[in-house]
């Protein structure tokens, strides 16, 4: 079955500094990948995807993630934190076969001025 | 294009009463999904429509029910509420269903039960 680990239920950066959130998935089969972000009062927006392609994936607003399948990681990073990224994120996999999401619990990122 | 529409946004119920809420997705999308969003659970998966037919189910009680109608928008339906089903409930929509994971989501329904 699958599922998904998220380190962290809170991170706080600082402006400018880089922003690193875990995700580690266990899966059966290879996997599909993704980001959200939920912003307060809001639904949750797809940041980025994995879908057995390049292993480095980029996405909206400077944010990208890395699969890495010999640690089953896939990490979340941003170079220089905004206070705009004030927002929580969700890790979340897929399976081909398996129809049905499983989300993370999801990390809150803080941005410091 | 207009995204995903869930009405209503709050909404006060008592223990034992019934509630019914509403998604309007994306104009094209067949696939509806819905989750509960609480702080203690997370994310949690309740079902998904594709083309008026449920195509999962998650772990929930039978009293979460949900439809969906030939223009696929989606209602689910709870009934005998409890203090536990308060939550944020959450609506996405899709193209081709819930394992592309790529899903639109509402604003949310947010539910207090008293």
């Known amino acids: 079955a699958q599922s998904v680990t998220q380190l962290g239920s809170h991170v706080s950066v600082s402006e400018g500094a880089l922003v690193l959130l875990r995700c580690n998935y266990s899966?059966?089969?290879?996997?599909?990948l993704f980001w959200y972000v939920q912003y307060p009062n809001q639904g949750l927006q797809l940041l980025l995807k994995?879908?057995?392609?390049?292993?480095l994936v980029k996405g909206i607003n400077g944010f990208e993630a890395e699969f890495k399948k010999s640690e089953t990681s896939f990490h979340l990073t941003k170079p220089s934190a905004h206070m705009s990224d004030a927002a929580e994120y969700f890790c979340a996999v897929s399976e081909v076969g398996n129809e049905k999401l499983t989300f993370g619990t999801g990390t809150r990122l803080t941005i410091i001025p | 294009k207009a995204g995903v529409t869930q009405t209503p946004r709050y909404l006060i119920k008592t223990r034992g009463q019934q509630v019914t809420l509403s998604c309007s997705p994306i104009?094209?999308?067949?696939?509806v999904s819905w989750y509960q969003q609480t702080p203690g659970q997370g994310l949690q998966f309740l079902f998904e429509y594709f083309s008026e037919t449920q195509r999962n189910k998650g772990n929930f009680p039978g009293r979460f029910s949900g439809r969906q109608f030939s223009n696929s928008r989606s209602e689910m339906n709870v009934s005998t509420l409890e203090l536990g089903d308060s939550a944020l409930y959450l609506c996405?929509?899709?193209?081709?269903?819930?394992?592309?994971?790529?899903?639109?989501f509402g604003e949310g329904s947010r539910l207090t039960v008293l």
């Open positions: 899966s059966s089969v290879p996997p599909y």
């Open positions: 996405a929509s899709s193209l081709y269903g819930t394992n592309t994971g790529e899903l639109f």
């Open positions: 994995y879908t057995s392609a390049a292993t």
């Open positions: 104009s094209g999308h067949r696939s």
